[in-house]
């Protein structure tokens, strides 16, 4: 009898135990209006998309009223554009060199090297045409192709302009060809780490090239610049080169490229006066169109709340009104929706009437997919002959043969002329291999130092209240007591009980309109004490029975488990058509993070106006009415950064801080080639202002740092 009891206490013990470790803890649900709690990010944003795309249209109405006014138009958008990716260096000397040439039919390759900058090298190939000197030039920019500048489409449409008497440079970007930023120098790969189903172009390159334009990306969004002015950069290089060229008509420029080389030109022929036409392929859309199809692209292609300010892609074009241009596309292009070209097409025809030339902007749009096609090759070098040559042209690619070519040539004459190992221009096959040579990381690096050294004597300089609103306009949120800054909206959804406490179901609507789930803790007799509890996994992983919420709630805390955007219920789970190559690298919310960005917003800065609503619930007496005798903060992970802004700006509200896992700075993402999970934790502009150890400095010796993380440590388990 003894041993029935006894075995039937601990098989109730064990089904008690089971049953709390089973609690429901779920707060938010699916709904057919909001969808699923993972999409709920995605959407608030892409909603806050639509209206900036609605404002912008009814401003573009108003400003095409007169020639005037769309060059005021102009004029604001291009100052947007050369501030926000931070400027342009200064030039310096090219020490230009020919390092080779190559016969072709038709046509010789010169093998060239150029310095855009001390240390940093750009290689490209010139095709030259077999006519006498002096040609027009046309600079082709290639797209995100591992082997750069000698992938087959580039070369053939450089041989096709260059047989029309055309002559054609194409390079290599910064993160392809022989210009790979991150070198694995043992040479242990023989595949990409983040694409494996793809071979290595060089045995010493990592990451694949649109990895590499991300991951340059976070340093540079840390410094208030953009990676793409490094690619504006060397195009607008390769034009200096050009034009000191004799044999090259120095009012004769034109750039065309595709899909990524399309982004280039785009940037390319908005700020350089110096191209006389241009033909960007397979990206122009609308912002809008691309985010709710495919979604954001590499970081190169996304600037700084371009959507907030009225700058969508249309301005690239209108940014040069009423220079020749040539819109290429594919009518089947899953990357660029047609639709949204269409779309963006029409507005710069509005554009461009209004100066008169309407005929100067036009698009071709063949039924086929993305790419570089035949029948893009064959437009644009009509569209060049006939602004950079001034005569009317027949371009056909087979038809352009002379007869005494054999049928194995004909069959052949879709093929490239040339190997990648043919083009190359650099002894080992990497300019990181030049003795000497920078990357974009050391320039970074380079810049964060002199940041560094500007901003510290600011900072002192500042009392509390100044340091306070320097750190809000930074992050991009309002101050507190601004009207449009409501009173947080909690609502109690459910309530679950255990032993000694009580579990209450919260959900708190964020300032985007994304709804936040809590769980808090409240002791049968509660002492006054309160803990807000930020972890970067959710809500849920220290809230078992057992864990580390329980022990703080057996002490008599009340301990608020809070999400914040993006994390734990609201986490992004990737679907099909909105992968991006590298995401292992940059987490799965990377499209959320880069539709903020376009947006002019930042993980950190919503996650702290997230934190900061729990923080005033909590103020306000939370669950029990009762104001608190006082509060701590404890942050975990990606909720790190977050919580120590919401510390910092809220003096006096936290008796302590413990943070757990965080970077030890910012500058450790920009000196760091290779980090994982950094995309939520950048800020653009954040290192001319201030950096974490500067907030940390604020709070004191209130402010516990334990298990301090790197920017290159993958995330680990909670």
């Known amino acids: 009898m003894r041993f029935c009891c006894v075995f039937g206490l601990i098989v109730a013990t064990l089904i008690a135990a089971i049953g709390r470790a ?81 016969p072709g039919r038709g046509y010789r390759v010169e093998k060239i090297m150029l310095e855009t900058r001390p240390g940093f090298h750009l290689t490209a190939n010139f ?4 006519a006498p000197p002096p040609w027009p030039a046309v600079l082709v920019a290639c797209g995100h192709s591992h082997d750069g500048k000698a992938v087959g489409q580039y070369q053939l449409v450089c041989r096709l302009l260059a047989r029309h008497g055309l002559a054609a440079i194409c390079y290599d970007p910064i993160g392809q060809g022989e210009r790979y930023q991150i070198l694995d120098p043992q040479g242990r790969r023989t595949v990409f780490e983040d694409g494996p189903h793809v071979a290595t172009p060089h045995p010493h390159a990592r990451l694949l090239c649109t990895t590499e334009h991300t991951m340059m990306a976070l340093g540079c969004t840390l410094l208030g610049t953009n990676v793409a002015q490094y690619r504006i950069w060397d195009g607008m290089r390769v034009v200096d080169y050009l034009q000191s060229r004799p044999d090259v008509i120095a009012d004769k420029i034109g750039c065309t490229g595709n899909s990524g080389g399309g982004t280039e030109t785009a940037y390319l022929m908005a700020l350089d006066d110096r191209i006389v036409a241009a033909a960007p392929g397979c990206f122009l859309t609308t912002l809008r169109k691309l985010l709710e199809t495919k979604g954001p692209q590499d970081g190169e292609q996304n600037l700084f709340g371009q959507l907030a300010v009225d700058f969508d892609e249309a301005d690239y074009c209108i940014l040069r009104a009423p220079r020749p241009t040539l819109i290429c596309a594919g009518t089947r292009d ?15 025809k509005r554009f461009y009437s209004r100066f008169g030339h309407a005929d100067a902007v036009d698009i071709v749009a063949p039924d086929a997919p993305h790419g570089f096609t035949l029948q893009l090759r064959e437009a644009v ?12 042209v027949v371009v056909r690619e087979i038809e352009t043969l002379p007869d005494r070519f054999t049928d194995d040539e004909l069959r052949a004459f879709s093929m490239p002329d040339f190997t990648a190992e043919q083009l190359q221009c650099t002894p080992d096959g990497q300019v990181l291999l030049l003795s000497g ?19 510290s004597s600011t900072w002192r300089g500042l009392d509390a209240v100044a340091k306070a609103k320097l750190i809000r306009r930074t992050i991009g949120i309002p101050d507190v007591d601004r009207p449009e800054v409501a009173e947080p909206r909690v609502t109690l959804v459910g309530e679950t009980a255990r032993d000694d406490y009580v579990v209450r179901k919260l959900s708190l609507t964020s300032a985007l309109g994304v ?41 008599g805390r009340i301990v608020l488990a809070a999400e914040l955007s993006g994390i734990g219920e609201t986490e992004t789970v990737p679907r099909r058509g909105r992968t991006h190559y590298g995401a292992g690298r940059f987490g799965p919310d990377l499209p959320e993070v880069m539709t903020a960005y376009l947006l002019g917003r930042s993980h950190v800065g919503m996650r702290t106006e997230d934190a900061t609503a729990w923080l005033r619930y909590l103020q306000r007496g939370g669950g029990t009415g009762e104001p608190p005798k006082e509060i701590e903060l404890i942050a975990v992970g990606e909720a790190a950064i977050p919580a120590l802004h919401t510390a910092a700006l809220a003096p006096g509200a936290f008796r302590s801080v413990s943070v757990r896992r ?5 500058e450790a993402i920009v000196r760091t080639p290779e980090t994982y999970d950094q995309a939520t934790n950048v800020v653009h502009g954040a290192l001319r202002h201030y950096d974490l150890p500067d907030l940390a400095a604020m709070l004191g010796d209130r402010i516990s740092i334990t298990e301090s993380a790197g920017a290159a440590d993958r995330a680990t388990a909670p």
């Open 22 to 102: 089973d609690d429901d803890l779920t707060v938010l649900k699916a709904s057919p209006e909001a969808g699923p709690p993972d999409q709920l990010l995605e959407r608030a944003l892409l909603a806050e998309v639509r209206r900036c795309d609605q404002r912008r249209r009814e401003a573009l109405d108003k400003a095409i009223v007169s020639e005037a006014a769309c060059r005021d138009w102009q004029r604001r958008r291009r100052d947007y554009f050369l501030e926000v990716i931070g400027g342009l260096p200064e030039r310096t000397p090219l020490n230009a060199q020919i390092v080779g040439v190559l």
């Open 515 to 555: 709804p936040l789930p809590a769980l808090e803790f409240v002791p049968r007799k509660p002492d006054g004490r309160v803990v807000l509890y930020l972890h970067g996994a959710g809500m849920k992983p220290d809230a078992a029975p057992g864990g580390p919420i329980e022990s703080l709630v057996g002490t």
């Open 662 to 666: 965080m970077i030890p700075s910012w």
């Open 437 to 455: 040579e920078r990357s974009v990381f050391e320039l970074n690096s380079e810049m964060a130092e002199r940041l560094k050294a500007d901003r």
């Open 127 to 130: 095709y030259l045409p077999d």
């Open 334 to 348: 899953a990357t660029f929706h047609f639709d949204g070209t269409w779309d963006l097409f029409r507005d710069v």
């Open 381 to 392: 070098t009509r569209f060049m002959a006939r602004h950079l040559l001034g005569k009317e």
